[in-house]
């Protein structure tokens, strides 16, 4: 699995953006897939994820401004973001792990013994 990101730029605070994780050679349908971010002096976190059935979690944080979905045709996850704040200012990954993810619990996506990550993707909000 060789996970690439695209989308990451400098965005004014409230704006919006996409941000895209691609595996051209592989599918991710047996695979939860999830979001993680490390912002400037703060520790990595989990804050969105896809379940194989397509149900989706969040982080109250992002709830209601951030959409995970993903395209199975075209093997690519997508992040929409909406509303940003500069508290959203961070490296932002992708993570596939063929274990069973548990909304609400990150753990299996901040390890990369469980999951495998993209090389990340620079989100910078502000005015």
């Known amino acids: 699995v060789h996970l690439y990101l695209s989308g990451g730029r400098w965005v004014q605070t409230g704006g919006s953006r996409t941000l895209s994780c691609n595996d051209s050679a592989y599918s991710f349908s047996a695979y939860c897939m999830g979001w993680i971010r490390q912002g400037p002096g703060k520790q990595r976190e989990g804050f969105a994820l896809i379940h194989t059935d397509g149900r989706t979690c969040y982080v109250d944080s992002v709830k209601g401004r951030f959409t995970i979905s993903q395209d199975h045709a075209k093997k690519t996850l997508y992040l929409e973001m909406h509303s940003l704040k500069p508290d959203d200012t961070a490296l932002y990954t992708c993570?596939?792990?063929?274990?069973?993810?548990?909304?609400?619990?990150?753990?299996?996506?901040?390890?990369?013994?469980?999951?495998?990550w993209g090389q990340g993707t620079r989100v910078t909000v502000s005015s």
């Open positions: 993570a596939a792990t063929p274990y069973t993810c548990v909304s609400g619990s990150w753990s299996v996506f901040l390890d990369n013994t469980s999951a495998y």
